[in-house]
Antibody, heavy 119, light 110 residues
Framework: QVQLQESGPGLVKPSETLSLTCVVSGYSINRGYYWGWIRQPPGKGLEWIGSMYHSGYTFYNPSLRGRVAISVDTSKNQIFLKMNSVTAVDTAVYYC????????????WGQGILVSVSS | QSALTQPPSASGSPGQSVTISCTGTSNDVGGYNYVSWYQQHPGKVPKLMIYEVSKRPSGVPARFSGSKSGNTASLTVSGLQAEDEADYYCGSYAESNNLIFGGGTKLTVL
């Protein structure tokens, strides 16, 4: 059974960098699939942040490109998200996700982690 | 890229059918057969209900079906049940390996 579990600080100050980790169990990242992040501001809809293949192919939401970096550590089966220069609009539940291809459907989700941006 | 357009709300009585639309452009919904639908109950993680326009993942009831015509995709829920009350989001592949979502539709079972 594939499981994804996000972790990281629940509170980040404006202008600082948001850093999240996703631990994947039940499936080896380097066997395939794309891995990435989705976010959902409180009471609002879903937004794709980006997706990455273990070999390095990475795709980002154009509206976030330049502020976001997704990486993986195949030895630890972990996925990472870094988002710099955060503001209050970046407050959201962040989900780790698995995709059969970038731009494709999400067939596995993490439980999500709420990150608030506030001083 | 703009978000896909969904009606903010939809409703139906138990046993009835309801259809939720998702309108995009030829650069996303109309150009690719990679439309997906997600069900989200309050406070819960979204669940994949339909992928590749009309395919159902294992475990999703056959009451849920998907289709597409031109730039508009649709999710139909037949034989509405109380537990179908939730928010529904569509998603689509967009140019250059991007994924875009609709704004969501709140389905109410009357």
């Amino acid at each position: 059974q594939v499981q994804l579990q996000e972790s990281g600080p629940g509170l980040v100050k404006p202008s600082e960098t948001l850093s999240l980790t996703c631990v994947v169990s039940g499936y080896s990242i380097n066997r395939g699939y794309y891995w990435g992040w989705i976010r959902q501001p409180p009471g609002k809809g879903l937004e794709w942040i980006g997706s990455m293949y273990h070999s390095g192919y990475t795709f980002y939401n154009p509206s976030l490109r330049g502020r976001v970096a997704i990486s993986v550590d195949t030895s630890k089966n972990q996925i990472f998200l870094k988002m710099n220069s955060v503001t209050a609009v970046d407050t959201a539940v962040y989900y780790c996700a698995r995709f059969p291809g970038s731009g494709r459907e999400i067939n596995y989700w993490g439980q999500g982690i709420l990150v608030s941006v506030s001083s | 890229q703009s978000a896909l357009t969904q009606p903010p709300s939809a409703s139906g009585s138990p046993g009835q059918s309801v259809t939720i639309s998702c309108t995009g452009t030829s650069n996303d919904v109309g150009g690719y057969n990679y439309v997906s639908w997600y069900q989200q109950h309050p406070g819960k993680v979204p669940k994949l209900m339909i992928y590749e326009v009309s395919k159902r993942p294992s475990g999703v009831p056959a009451r849920f079906s998907g289709s597409k015509s031109g730039n508009t995709a649709s999710l139909t829920v037949s034989g509405l049940q109380a537990e179908d009350e939730a928010d529904y989001y569509c998603g689509s592949y967009a140019e250059s390996n991007n994924l875009i979502f609709g704004g969501g539709t709140k389905l109410t079972v009357l």
